[in-house]
């Protein structure tokens, strides 16, 4: 057969050929298109500035790092909001964050928009402002926590809720008798301290079931890391982006939850090989294999033997249940131990449905009073100002024209819950407010705590609304159903109700503390949830 001979135009190299010299010879046309290229990239960049909103505190020239920026913006965000609520009215507009310039959206249409855009994550946002890439903050990676925190709230958690309210209950009345004891006398106890501690018992009984919902070690390894990783959160946000991964090694903040998560593995992963140890065990023996019906063996059965960090998933739903839910129940107790004719009236409609009713889903569900209660707290003092933080995955145009590029982040300014024209006297608290709603027909689904809206965005709205919103409202009415029926609450005698504003967030003081004592419940409760 012939050799096959490459022709010339083939056998030249580009340094061979005639493109240099043609270069060297005639510029112009090189030139030219070179300079139309950048033309039009620059003229594409413009149109793309033009098209985002207006910045409200844009950085100084010489603020290195942004470091001044972002100290100025943890002091005066409810400003800044205040600010884009009254000029901007219906607009969105930009700030710089601690996080990073966020595009923050009025809660109208635009909010209607974005709420199930696929393009738009939360997980991605919040593995980036809560450094989930970074050790120790795993429980906030998407890809390690999220997913199967997911699958597991939306498949198992709500589909279990009418087996979980009795044992929940009598978690209740054994963390109580711990926390605040059976005397007759009143004593002080840190509100905050005493939610957090209240809410990790109930919510440990279903995640970790009978085996570690009382250890001792893992209660106040998962309470100590939710409380201390948003310590280490806010610090490191402090330091430029590109530093962080070095920054975090030396942080007394980062290497506390780096000890604590480890602290945390070594708990559970003895009690994840001692059941799958037993049910090796049960199925030689032909024995039935046991399928506890807890968080734990939820993810185990979601995982389908994939492998997968059960610290890091229980911490992280941990962290869903403790963080906000306390912080809803610490902000109630402050607001009912100013108010005791709602106490009394809580506690007539308690003692009603659960007579007529037991210790069921359902009576839970017909607490209305404190059900109004509870969406009431959460109006007036949610845990963030902004809420539905998103990440763009690609470029988002908006119906107003409104662009978000892709990789920058978004949110939802939480502002109607104080709107005159919504809410009567909106910087009131009334805890019937939402019960009265429900006897409108228009608007009686939307009094409900765990319904969401543009009027209501405490658990979101929309695609990542709160998935676990179901549980926490029925934990959150049986924690207070043993509260105010064991126990009498008042304010201390220097009391004063005190919310912190850093950012975004909102915060009850957390040296606040409330007076409690023993009182006799009438009803047996413990009685109840064992029937």
Known sequence: MASVHPSPATDRSWIDSDVIPQLASQPLPYIVTSLAAVFIAFSIWRIRLHKLPPILNAPGRFDMGNSLAKLDFLKRAANLLKTATSQFTESPVRIATDTGNLIVLPPNY??????????????????????????????????????????????????????????????????????????????????????????????????????????????????????NSMHAVKKLRLFPKFSRRFVHWFLPECRLIRRLLNEARVIIQEVIDRRRAEKVAAAKEGRPIPHPNDAIEWAEEESKNDPYDPAVYQIGLSMAAIHTTSDLLNQTLQNLVQRPELIDDLRKEIIEVLQAEGMTKTALFNLKLMDSVLKETQRLKPIKMTTMHRLALADITLSDGTVIPKGSKCAVRSTKRLDPEVYENPEEFDGARFMRMREIPEKANKAHLVTTGTESLGFGHGLHACPGRFFAANELKIALVHLLLKYDLKPTENFVHTVIELGFDLRVDPKTAILVRRREAEIDLDSLSLQ
């Open 110 to 227: 635009l909010a209607q928009e974005i709420r199930n855009e696929p393009n738009l994550s939360f997980f991605a946002s919040s593995e980036e402002d809560f450094h989930g890439r970074l050790p120790g903050f795993e429980p906030f990676n998407a890809e390690k926590a999220a997913g199967m925190l997911l699958k597991v709230t939306r498949n198992q958690l709500t589909k279990y809720l009418t087996k979980v309210t009795k044992p929940v209950s009598l978690e209740a009345s054994f963390a109580l008798h711990n926390l605040l004891g059976e005397s007759p006398e009143w004593k002080e106890v840190n509100a905050m301290h005493t939610s957090v501690r209240y809410v990790s018992s109930l919510s440990s009984r279903i995640f970790l079931g009978d085996e570690l919902c009382r250890n001792k070690a893992w209660l106040e390894t998962t309470s100590q890391y939710t409380v």
